[in-house]
């Protein structure tokens, strides 16, 4: 734990916990305005200088619009209580987030682990066909056939709905639960993390019959809540299994926790215990390094590692690859980027990326006002990679030497992407055998 000393009070800022986005909790002392709190904290934190002059005249959501970059955020006393259960790992909620994308339907993007959804059976990739509204079917053929369906839900109206592949759901009631952040899969056998974090739930739904013999597929959808304890689990299911070759599906992981990227890192021999990142800012100078790792969690510097990315794969998701990279675990040959059909680019908009990774290399500081409840996250510093480099404002992009994926749009699916690295394995596994 590091103590960052401020001027207001003699500890206005001590590291409480490393969450979200590769960030820092602080703490500090105030009794005066949120804008001016804000306006300090900004002074005494961001990477770079900012002349703040009309702090009065601005509320704490105008200064950051104003003058800070965009991954700052302030949160009320609500919504920072409301991120702190969510970083912890605890749902209420459904768990599944669906998008209207022309030519292809109201499409799953999101479908958290041991979620109620995921427990129903549904999966990113999935699309919704229809619902049943007051009795009555409704075909989910638009944007705003969508929002009636959403509404319907929420209000109590629809319970039951089909999917394009032909499975009816059944709502249940919104429960808590722990998110599985983990899905391992063979070519016999799947599991996934239940409500404890720790205990292995087989799932015959996810097991992928293509993976050759000796392979494994990973999928790590955030470094959050118990993410590095399920990724320890599941390194000690693959060396038990007898594997030699893991798929690590990063796409669409936003990153997370500074922590849990260390003790993931730690999970590959040879990047074990040495230097992970290093960031540079106005008041921050650090390296970190991965600690360690027991044996049993431990893959081998044998294991052959390809990585699956996309335009959603950031910070932290880019800080494990950067390590990785460097550390000979992989070279850029072994990474797999999502390439988006021109038709989801146009529908997405401009600035839409295809074909790397996001490129946040930046870390924030969640800094919280123990007098209000209110937060403020801010940008305290720039990432760079053990040999010095950054992918800030950049990504991995395919240009590196990276191959590609071809995709209708952003997913994490177990789809036709998978199939393709699978391909590709048997592919290369041939001409090895022919040499």
Not at 223 to 228: K, M, N, R, T
Not at 267 to 286: I, M, P, Q, R, Y
Not at 404 to 409: C, E, L, Q
Request: charged share 15%.
């Amino acid at each position: 734990m590091k103590i960052f000393s401020g001027k207001k009070c003699a500890a206005i800022a001590v590291i409480i916990a490393l969450v979200i986005i590769l960030g820092v909790v602080l703490g500090a002392c105030t009794s005066y305005s949120s804008s001016a709190w804000v306006a300090e904290v900004i002074e005494q934190y961001y990477y770079t200088d900012v002349d703040i002059t009309d702090a009065d005249a601005l509320t704490p959501d105008e200064i950051v619009a104003k003058y800070l970059d965009q991954y700052s955020v302030y949160y009320t006393a609500q919504e920072y209580a409301e991120l702190l259960y969510g970083n912890a790992g605890n749902s209420i909620e459904y768990g599944a987030g669906i998008a209207f994308i022309p030519s292809q339907g109201a499409v799953v993007l999101t479908c958290s682990g041991n979620s109620p959804a995921w427990k129903s059976g549904i999966r990113v990739g999935d699309v919704i066909y229809s619902a049943i509204i007051d009795g009555k079917e409704l075909i989910i053929d638009s944007a705003e056939d969508l929002a009636a369906f959403t509404a319907a839900t929420s209000d109590g109206s629809c319970n039951t709905f089909y999917l394009a592949r032909g499975l009816q759901v059944t709502l249940e009631q919104y429960t808590q639960y722990k998110q599985s952040y983990i899905l391992l899969s063979t070519n016999s056998a799947a599991w996934y993390f239940t409500y404890d974090g720790l205990t292995m739930q087989e799932s015959a739904q996810d097991v992928i019959p293509s993976l050759p013999d000796g392979t494994a597929y990973l999928h790590l959808s955030e470094f959050s809540g118990d993410a590095a304890t399920q990724f320890q689990f599941a390194a000690e299911k693959f060396n038990s299994l007898g594997c030699d070759t893991l798929i690590l599906d990063l796409r669409s992981n936003p990153g997370g926790d500074l922590e849990i990227t260390r003790k993931i890192a730690a999970c590959f021999e040879n990047a074990a215990g040495k230097t992970l990142l290093s960031a540079k800012g106005k008041a921050v100078n650090d390296t970190y390094t991965s600690p360690a790792a027991e044996a049993r969690f431990t893959l081998p510097a044998s294991t052959e590692v390809k990585v699956m990315a996309n335009s959603g794969s950031a910070s932290a998701s880019e800080v494990l690859m950067g390590a990785l990279l460097d550390y000979g675990v992989i070279t850029y040959s072994d990474i797999y980027l999502s390439s988006y059909t021109q038709e989801y680019l146009s529908f997405a908009g401009e600035g839409t990326k295809t074909e790397q990774t996001y490129g946040k290399g930046c870390m924030q500081y969640i800094i919280p006002n123990p007098d209000t409840g209110e937060a403020l996250r801010l940008t305290a510093a720039i990432l760079y990679w053990p040999n010095g480099g950054s992918i800030n404002d950049r990504g991995i992009k395919k240009e590196d030497g990276c191959n590609v994926t071809s995709a209708p749009y952003p997913s994490c699916a177990v789809n036709t992407e998978v199939e393709q690295v699978i391909s590709a394995l048997t592919q290369d596994e041939t001409l090895k055998n022919a040499a």
